[in-house]
């Protein structure tokens, strides 16, 4: 009886002995955790297969550009001034005489096109009909590319299956091999885009958050994730988003039941798509916004960008960077041209928090200078400690 009463005993210490160790290992994991403060966000550098390749040959440069229609011929002339390089207007079943004066409008002003082909021949698996439209307008020096579909599995309309949407690609490419095809994907579908992958050279995916009346920042607690799936989704296939610039109404009522994006907002989707590895971005819809927030909101933010645009296209990822926040997301950009970084940070949430960034291998000066704030933070111990208010985005520049 002695005997095993003892033999229970050893037992039982080996017993905890076992739960100690278990205890000691996840004591260490979690010690690392948080300790290490990794941010969650998966770093740019993971989609820098889309950016190292030029997103569209016959452009030469990184498209900024607006979806438009093609009987607004004065868009051109419009967007000339605006940092906008890149149309894609509707086509819908306007005539020859319509799309040649909105292409050679585009051409006198230096702004390249994307040309959709009539939407019916399209749909209904018609090549020798998408041969002639190609046939007819490929020519024209203002054509950059051709805009195959929008929004081929639209939950609100009948789908384009993706070996209809294919019979329209082989037909652009067997007239105009040399030109590339885009597609665009409703946001809530970006799950399909791989089904299409053989019907497209460029994949658009959009997404428009900003409902009328919900305050500022609504919708967007997941746009950061989304915006990485997204680009995930488009594979090794240029990525160009979608961001919304519409909303409202000449008369000032809400398009849709969407409202404009605020500046706050504007820059936020457009640095989240940068860091994701956007290779080109898009906004929705010139024919339904209004000039004076293009004027007061978008056209200043893509003449920021532009100012940075050079160092973000080299993509020379200058090593890691760690963050305390998880909501936090950092890229350090090296730029080419000098000794100096280039850091964008952005906040994916709501409230103020205080973010400490670090550097691996990063010799650098005791400030930082945050760009377009008109002010500077001290580096400390290699790192940047600044305080993000909701979905803030923050720029660096690092000597």
């Known amino acids: ?100 004066t909105y292409l050679d409008n585009a051409q006198k002003n230096g702004i390249k096109v994307f040309l959709e082909p009539y939407r019916e021949p399209v749909e209904t698996g018609d090549a020798a009909a998408v041969t002639e439209f190609v046939r007819t307008y490929k020519q024209h020096p203002a054509v950059a590319g051709w805009y195959a579909y929008d929004e081929p599995i639209l939950a609100t309309r009948v789908p384009v299956p993706p070996e ?99 500046a706050a907002e504007e820059r936020y989707m457009i640095y989240t798509a940068v860091l994701a590895g956007a290779d080109g971005l898009i906004f929705y819809g010139h024919h339904w916004t209004q000039q004076s927030w293009v004027d007061s909101i978008l056209t200043p933010l893509i003449s920021e960008f532009r100012e940075y645009l050079p160092i973000v296209e080299a993509n020379l990822i200058a090593g890691n960077s760690q963050v305390n926040q998880d909501d936090v997301q950092t890229l350090l950009y090296q730029n080419p041209s000098n000794q100096q970084y ?38 400390i111990e290699g790192g940047i400690e600044d305080t993000f208010d909701s979905y803030a985005v923050h720029i660096y520049e690092i000597s």
């Not at 011929?73 to 207007?89: D, F, R, Y």
Request: net charge neutral.
């Open 342 to 379: 280039l850091l964008i940070a952005v906040h994916h949430g709501r409230g103020k928090v205080r973010a400490t960034i670090g550097f691996e291998s990063l010799e650098a000066s005791n400030q930082a200078k945050v760009l377009a704030e008109n002010r500077d933070v001290e580096l």
């Open 164 to 262: 209809i949407l294919e019979i329209t690609y082989q037909a652009i490419k067997a007239e105009d091999p040399k030109r590339p095809v885009a597609v665009v994907f409703p946001g809530s579908q970006i799950d399909k885009v791989p089904q299409y992958r053989n019907a497209m050279d460029i994949c658009m995916i959009d997404r428009y958050p900003f409902f009328y009346p919900k305050p500022e920042f609504s919708n967007l607690s997941d746009f950061g994730q989304w915006m990485e799936e997204a680009a995930s989704f488009s594979g090794d296939q240029p990525f160009w988003p979608v961001l919304q610039g519409f909303g409202e109404q000449e008369n000032g009522k809400p398009k849709f039941k969407r409202r404009l994006p605020t």
């Open 1 to 100: 009886m002695a005997k095993k009463a003892a033999k229970l005993v050893q037992n039982i210490k080996k017993f905890a002995y076992v739960i100690v160790l278990c205890l000691s290992a996840i004591a260490v994991v979690v010690f690392v955790g948080m300790s290490s403060h990794t941010a969650s966000f998966t770093q740019a550098s993971n989609f820098q297969s889309s950016r190292e390749k030029p997103a569209n040959p016959a452009m030469k440069e990184f498209p900024i550009g607006w979806i438009d229609r093609i009987e607004k011929p004065e868009t051109p002339g419009k967007v000339a001034n605006e940092g906008i390089n890149l149309l894609i207007p509707y086509t819908h079943s306007y005539q020859q005489e319509t799309i040649e």
